[in-house]
């Protein structure tokens, strides 16, 4: 029996390791190669003797990708306060208040965020022509809204409805309106909803791509996923591995550091986001 | 001073039919509900509504993109050529293996770990954060990474299969229509399975404690306990999970556009649309095929909601 | 004029009536405690005066206005929350200041106010806490601050005392005893707790199913309850309900047949619809009862029984006894009850001390003598 539970115990670890070597591996790899530079490239040893850092020298001097990675923290930084704001009066008014159609509105919401986004490309895309926002970073914070508004409007309704109902009542005897509720009462209690809301927010703007590609024309428009895509070389048909692994590494890092800081507000804005069966 | 019981009230009354009565608080909170909606409302309609009310027409017509000439209404011609199309139906044909391919296996291997995650065992902090990295890196990255891994001649994971005997020479990997879709499955997997894993988990972690400890002392097997008492417990959180993963897996663009490029047979619907409309300039065109994306994306969910029986709780209350 | 007056005030969830029909005056200066079982719509009564719930039909008037259409904060009330609903990120001091902010009182107005309020309360070295830096006593203060400084024509407090513990609860009782004696407001307390009901209120208003069952002072209730349900409800342990028939009546008063043949006359005035042969239903209250001989002079009924189960609780032991019929009685003993389990017992009830009850519920008004009587006894006996 004692043995029996041994070898369970020595599986379990050992299925634990294969997971963690298997979820960390390709970033660890990334990393390996954007140290490595020339031939030294295309060698496979699992660790890089003598580490040469060409590659992130080389990602910033052979194009803007300082310019790339401010674009993105733009674009995502305010798309991000945009719809938190929006959303934060619309959770209110979804979470808290009885009215009719509210269900139906909730829906449609979470219809959005799950659409295709291609399914309303052309018709941004002519939006956006139109606005006179093609090419500018704008345009790419007025189109991320159809992905990161319903995405915040649904978690911080999940949110709004948590909160207590007898605080909003006590507001109510105090003489607050619901914009004095909202702001005075609710807001101070909905910080970390906001921080975890505008977090995952912000990593799917940060990491979006297909918009970014479509509505920006030159390289300094361009945010960091469409940048890395891009990057060409010397020839057409031969990628700068390295660089491109470089480029990776430097916006993954901090994104990662920023989720592992972040871990358990992460996971439990993700399941508060996902409906209950 | 004394309290009656007015039961004549309502008797005289003649007990009419009852409408509930929205007093003048209620109201004013309804209008503020309504002022305070406005903006995103707006805002929705705006980015949401009508590009895809225009995407819709604009597939009925022969726009192009950056003519000025006025586009006509040519009917459902665009539809008729995509249907004749090979190039569509092998995206079609992509995106379904794609997808079905991913979500079943994130599905399984998700369960796996959110079981690992749920064992009350040290190590499992270690092993949520490891799973979170993939799930934070940008799918381009992803992709980028694992196209390097998957390279012809200096990939890693040609190296480890020979290595290992498994493979005698390297692969091209990508360039094979076969392999590169089971490779982008594969990447797909390992970026969405933390995600999988974490429904699941929040999931598990809501069944009751009591349950497994009965069932531990009427000595059920555990393998008899997860398929007779788990799974039908959390099957509607894993149904939603997995309807929510196949809406994603189906509207993929950005690991097939880097990982393949236009490369045709390795085409999603989504870099089939988005090839039409802004490589070919042929707005129609685009529009329709992203339309029938769209047609089939609700096809599909329809089917999923029935057969898995889900009722959507967006608002119980 | 009363300070607050109920008319006919209906309340409708969807199809559920929650409130009946409720008329009810409060006079000022008034403590008043609704109390009743959990659903019967107190807590809902409650919320109509205070504004949180608007009523489908009725008035309610606070001072000489309707304020049917009023939102709470012009109303003049102020409440204390079951769970104290203290805003988290505001000290004690925000806290209380917060309603006065709103209605724009300057900042010296708003300062002496909660000052004073707090004097009161003997919170002002809390004043710059935050409610989760504070206990849960103390929390109930400030919660009972920040109704202070409005000076509300009328306070409202739904079950204040839930959420404390045993010995705070009492502590806390006493003082909002005390506070309300101070301040001569008029009070409306909703709790489920007999004991606070009958230790607080002038009047207490007992609620059943949305109606009001019972109007009247705690001792009152206790003495004449004006139905069975009102009889059940007040008083612990329960009153004993012993299903009797009617033989006869006369200037004495009802005649009813008790298990084991025995005849009793409850000194009741009897009225005219009730007839011999009908169903009545007799009441007793437990601490009433005696075990053993009837006191000398003390016309009582003597009921045969045994003992099924003996519940010591220290002050006083419980005595449950079966009767031949089946039926069971609490009796209660004061001091340590020397009865063993299965003992055949004789059960006194005093003819003085019965309640008696028609098929439909409603009590029969009890004898001017015999009340004086029981008043009478319990003098002597506490003077013994």
Redesign the interface.
Same mark, same amino acid.
Do not use: C, W
């Given at each position: 029996m004692h043995a029996k539970r041994l070898v369970g115990r020595g599986l379990f670890y050992l299925l634990v390791a294969v997971i963690i070597l298997y979820t960390l591996f390709p970033f660890y790899w990334a990393i390996v190669s954007s140290l490595r530079s020339g031939q030294g490239l295309f060698s496979t040893a699992l660790i890089p003797s003598d580490p040469v850092w060409d590659n992130y020298v080389a990602v910033f001097r052979e194009q803007p990708f300082a310019a790339n990675i401010l674009n993105s923290v733009i674009v995502a930084t305010a798309v991000v306060a945009l719809s938190l704001m929006l959303s934060l009066t619309a959770a209110y008014a979804l979470g808290r208040v009885r009215f009719r159609g509210r269900g139906t509105l909730l829906m449609v919401v979470l219809a959005v965020s799950m659409f295709p986004q291609v399914a309303v490309l052309s018709g941004l895309f002519e939006l956006i022509r139109w606005l006179g926002l093609y090419n500018s970073l704008t345009g790419l914070i007025l189109s991320y809204l159809i992905f990161t508004l319903p995405f915040t409007v649904w978690v911080l309704t999940t949110f709004m409805r948590e909160l207590?109902k007898?605080?909003e009542?006590?507001?109510?005897?105090?003489?607050?309106s619901p914009w004095?509720t909202l702001t005075?009462?609710f807001l101070?209690?909905m910080w970390p909803a906001l921080v975890t809301t505008g977090l995952l927010a912000f990593i799917a703007a940060w990491n979006e791509f297909l918009f970014a590609l479509t509505f920006t024309l030159s390289n300094e428009m361009r945010t960091v996923p469409v940048a890395i895509a891009l990057i060409t070389g010397a020839s057409q048909y031969e990628l700068p591995w390295g660089r491109v692994m470089a480029a990776s590494v430097i916006v993954t890092v901090p994104l990662i550091i920023m989720v592992l800081i972040f871990q358990r507000r992460i996971v439990a804005g993700l399941t508060a986001g996902a409906v209950k069966g | 001073?004394?309290?009656?019981?007015?039961?004549s009230?309502?008797a005289e009354a003649g007990e009419p039919v009852?409408v509930?009565?929205v007093?003048?608080?209620?109201q004013?909170r309804r209008r503020a509900a309504v002022f305070f909606l406005m903006p995103t409302v707006i805002a929705l309609l705006l980015v949401a509504g009508w590009p895809l009310v225009r995407t819709v027409y604009l597939g009925f017509t022969d726009a192009r993109l950056g003519g000025s000439e006025q586009a006509s209404f040519v009917g459902l011609a665009n539809f008729g050529f995509l249907l004749s199309d090979p190039a569509w139906w092998t995206a079609t044909w992509v995106t379904l293996k794609f997808a079905t391919a991913s979500v079943v296996i994130e599905t399984v291997l998700g369960m796996v770990i959110a079981l690992v995650l749920n064992a009350h065992l040290p190590g499992r902090g270690l092993m949520r954060a490891a799973v979170l990295v993939p799930w934070a890196i940008p799918t381009v990255i992803s992709a980028q990474m694992w196209g390097w891994m998957y390279h012809d001649l200096y990939g890693v994971v040609n190296t480890l299969l020979v290595g290992l005997g498994i493979l005698d020479a390297p692969r091209a990997w990508m360039a094979n229509p076969d392999t590169a879709l089971w490779a982008m499955v594969a990447v797909d997997v390992w970026k969405t399975t933390p995600f999988m894993a974490l429904l699941i988990l929040a999931a598990l972690q809501t069944l009751p404690h009591e349950i497994y400890e009965a069932a531990r002392v009427d000595g059920v097997h555990p393998l008899k306990v997860f398929w007779r008492i788990t799974l039908p417990l959390i099957r509607p959180a894993l149904m939603v999970a997995i309807i929510f993963r196949a809406l994603d897996a189906l509207r993929m663009f950005d690991l097939a556009y880097v990982m393949a490029g236009a490369n045709a047979a390795t085409a999603t619907l989504s870099v089939y649309a988005r090839q039409n409309l802004v490589d070919f300039q042929d707005v129609g065109f685009g529009s329709a095929a992203s339309t029938l994306l769209v047609l089939l994306i609700l096809l599909i969910t329809g089917i999923l909601l029935t057969v898995g029986r889900v009722r959507l709780a967006a608002d119980a209350r | 004029m009363s300070a607050v007056e109920l008319k $006919?005030v209906?309340k409708?969830? !969807?199809?559920t009536n929650v409130i009946?029909?409720?008329?009810?005056?409060i006079n000022s200066g008034e403590f008043i405690v609704f109390v009743g079982p959990s659903g019967c719509g107190k807590s809902t009564l409650l919320r109509l005066v205070? $504004?949180?719930e608007?009523p489908? !039909?009725g008035q309610v008037r606070i001072g000489d206005q309707v304020v049917?259409?009023k939102?709470?904060?012009?109303r003049g009330?102020?409440?204390v929350?079951?769970?104290y609903?203290?805003?988290?990120?505001m000290t004690a001091r925000e806290n209380m200041a917060?309603?006065l902010k709103?209605?724009r009182m300057d900042k010296a107005g708003i300062d002496s106010a909660v000052n004073e309020a707090a004097r009161i309360l003997q919170i002002e070295h809390l004043l710059g806490r935050k409610p989760r830096e504070l206990s849960g006593g103390q929390r109930q203060r400030v919660a009972i601050g920040?109704a202070l400084v409005r000076h509300p024509k009328v306070f409202l407090f739904d079950e204040p005392l839930s959420n404390l513990d045993a010995a705070l609860r009492v502590q806390t009782r006493l003082e909002i005893a005390r506070l309300h004696r101070n301040l001569k407001a008029t009070m409306i307390y909703v709790t489920h707790d007999q004991v606070e009901a009958m230790t607080l209120a002038d009047r207490i208003?007992v609620l059943n199913a949305g109606?009001?069952e019972?109007?009247?002072s705690p001792l009152e209730l206790y003495e004449n309850p004006s139905n069975q349900f009102v009889a059940g409800f007040i008083g612990s342990p329960s009153m004993n309900f012993i299903p009797v028939t009617m033989v006869g009546q006369g200037v004495d008063g009802v005649s009813v047949t008790l298990p084991g043949e025995v005849t009793a006359t409850v000194p009741v005035i009897p009225e005219a619809v009730e007839t011999s042969g009908d169903r009545l239903v007799l009441g007793v209250r437990p601490e009433h009862l005696l075990l053993g001989d009837a006191e000398p002079g003390v016309p009582s009924a003597l009921i045969a029984g045994r003992a099924l189960l003996v519940e010591q609780l220290g002050e006083s032991g419980l005595v449950h006894v079966r009767l031949e019929d089946g039926s069971t009685l609490a009796v209660r003993q004061p001091g340590t009850v020397l009865i063993e389990e299965n003992q055949p017992v004789q059960v006194v009830l005093p003819l003085h001390r019965l309640h008696l009850f028609d098929e439909s519920g409603r009590s029969f008004r009890r004898q001017r003598a015999a009340l004086s009587q029981a008043t009478d006894r319990s003098t002597a006996i506490s003077a013994a």
């Open positions: 207590p007898e605080l009542e006590a507001a109510l005897v105090d003489g607050a004095v005075r009462v101070p209690l | 001073m004394t309290a009656t019981v007015p039961n009230v309502a009852r509930e009565i007093g003048r608080m209620e004013r | $006919g209906e409708q969830f !969807g199809k009946r029909g409720v008329d009810l005056s205070a $504004g949180l608007e489908t !039909g049917n259409d939102p709470p904060s012009e009330i102020a409440m929350f079951q769970s609903a203290l805003y988290p990120h917060f309603g709103l209605g920040r208003v109606q009001v019972q109007v009247g």
